[in-house]
C-alpha cells in the first residue's frame, strides 16, 4: 500500500470540544481541556504513526472577534490552521447558538478541502434536537459531510476517524515516524502549569496571565523547572499568591504532579510571579512568549 500522511486541522468556535476531539484522535493528552473558553492558544501538533500511514491533527484557538493582540495570534492560528490542512474538521456542538463568527464559517465553505462538519457532544442532546442540527448545518455547508460524535464519550469517533484515514492523501510522511508533536517538552509542561491557573482561578485572572519555563534542567532521576507566572497587574499578582501563598503553592503541588506523570520522572518546580504590565499587547512578550504574529 502506498503511504499516506496529510494535515487534519481541528478548528470551530471556543469550547465545542476541539481540544477534547484532538487528544483522543491523536491518543495522547497533548493539549489542555477546561470548561473556559479560550484554553487554547496555540495551534498544536499531534502526530499519529502507524506503518502505512502519518496523520498531522492540529488543535487550534477557538475563533473569536479578536479583543487585544494575543488574541489576534490566536485568530491567525485557526485562519492559517484552515490554508495547509488537506481535511478539515469543523467542529460545533448540541450547545452552541448558531451565528458567531459567521466569517469564518463562510471561509471555511468556500475551500476546496475535504471538511467534516462534527456536531459534538450528542450525549448532551436528545435524537429530535440532533436531527434538526443535521438539517440546519446541510444547508450552511452542503459539501461537507456531517458526523455526529460524543468526544467525551468516545461515541462514533472510531468511525470519523476510519473516514479521515480514507480521504488521506498518498504522500510520504511529513514529519519523522516517531515524532509525537511538533512542540517541546517544556511547551507542555507551560500548559499544564496554565490549566491548573484556569482551574484555580476565576474572572479575567486566567486570560491575564501567561506561563513561561525559565529553566529546564534534566537530569536522570529528576527535572528541575523554573516557571514564570506573567500577569498584566500588582493587583493580579497578589491574587495568584493568594493569602500566606496558599494558592500559589496549591498550584505547584498540582502541577507538579501532573508534570510528573507526564515527564515520567520526578519534577521539583519553583514558580515565581511577574508582573509584565499589559504583556497582551506588546509584541515584544508575545514573541517572547512563542506566539507568531
Ligand atoms: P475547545 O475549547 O473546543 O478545545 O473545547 P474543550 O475540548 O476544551 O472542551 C470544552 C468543554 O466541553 C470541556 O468541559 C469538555 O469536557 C466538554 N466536552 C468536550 N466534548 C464533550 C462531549 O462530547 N460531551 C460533553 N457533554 N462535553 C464535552
Ligand atoms: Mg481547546
Given at each position: 500500500m502506498p503511504h499516506k500522511s496529510g494535515f487534519v486541522s481541528i478548528v470551530g468556535n471556543p469550547?465545542?470540544?476541539?481540544?477534547?476531539?484532538?487528544?483522543?484522535?491523536?491518543?495522547?493528552?497533548?493539549?489542555?481541556?477546561?470548561?473556559?473558553?479560550?484554553?487554547?492558544?496555540?495551534?498544536?501538533?499531534?502526530?499519529?504513526?502507524?506503518?502505512?500511514?502519518?496523520?498531522?491533527?492540529?488543535?487550534?484557538?477557538?475563533?473569536?472577534?479578536?479583543?487585544?493582540?494575543?488574541q489576534e495570534s490566536m485568530l491567525k492560528y485557526?485562519?492559517?490552521?484552515?490554508?495547509?490542512?488537506?481535511?478539515?474538521?469543523?467542529?460545533?456542538?448540541?450547545?452552541?447558538?448558531?451565528?458567531?463568527?459567521?466569517?469564518?464559517?463562510?471561509?471555511?465553505?468556500?475551500?476546496?478541502?475535504?471538511?467534516?462538519?462534527?456536531?459534538?457532544?450528542?450525549?448532551v442532546s436528545t435524537q429530535e434536537e440532533l436531527e434538526k442540527l443535521v438539517v440546519f448545518w446541510k444547508n450552511i455547508l452542503p459539501s461537507a459531510e456531517i458526523f455526529p460524535i460524543s468526544a467525551l464519550k468516545k461515541f462514533n469517533t472510531d468511525n470519523l476517524f476510519k473516514r479521515i484515514l480514507e480521504l488521506l492523501p498518498q504522500?510520504?510522511?511529513?514529519?519523522?515516524?516517531?515524532?509525537?508533536?511538533?512542540?517541546?517538552?517544556?511547551?507542555?509542561?507551560?500548559?499544564?502549569i496554565r490549566e491548573k491557573i484556569l482551574l484555580y482561578y476565576q474572572k479575567e485572572i486566567p486570560y491575564s496571565t501567561e506561563v513561561e519555563i525559565e529553566e529546564f534542567k534534566e537530569a536522570t532521576q529528576r527535572v528541575d523547572i523554573k516557571a514564570v507566572i506573567h500577569v498584566m497587574r500588582d493587583s493580579q499578582k497578589g491574587i495568584i499568591i493568594g493569602h500566606q501563598g496558599k494558592a500559589l503553592k496549591k498550584l505547584g503541588i498540582e502541577a507538579r504532579k501532573d508534570i510528573e506523570s507526564f515527564l515520567d520522572k520526578k519534577v521539583n518546580i519553583q514558580i515565581f510571579v511577574k508582573v509584565s504590565k499589559d504583556w497582551r499587547n506588546k509584541d515584544k512578550f508575545l514573541k517572547n512568549f512563542g506566539y507568531e504574529h
Open positions: 469550547n465545542v470540544g476541539k481540544s477534547t476531539l484532538s487528544n483522543l484522535l491523536v491518543g495522547e493528552r497533548l493539549s489542555i481541556i477546561t470548561s473556559k473558553a479560550q484554553t487554547t492558544r496555540h495551534k498544536i501538533f499531534g502526530i499519529v504513526n502507524e506503518k502505512d500511514y502519518q496523520i498531522i491533527f492540529s488543535d487550534t484557538p477557538g475563533v473569536l472577534e479578536p479583543a487585544y493582540k494575543l485557526s485562519k492559517s490552521a484552515l490554508t495547509e490542512a488537506d481535511i478539515i474538521l469543523f467542529i460545533t456542538d448540541t450547545i452552541e447558538k448558531y451565528g458567531k463568527n459567521e466569517n469564518f464559517i463562510k471561509t471555511v465553505s468556500t475551500l476546496n478541502t475535504p471538511i467534516f462538519l462534527i456536531i459534538n457532544k450528542i450525549d504522500s510520504p510522511p511529513y514529519f519523522d515516524k516517531d515524532a509525537l508533536t511538533d512542540k517541546p517538552q517544556r511547551f507542555f509542561v507551560s500548559e499544564i
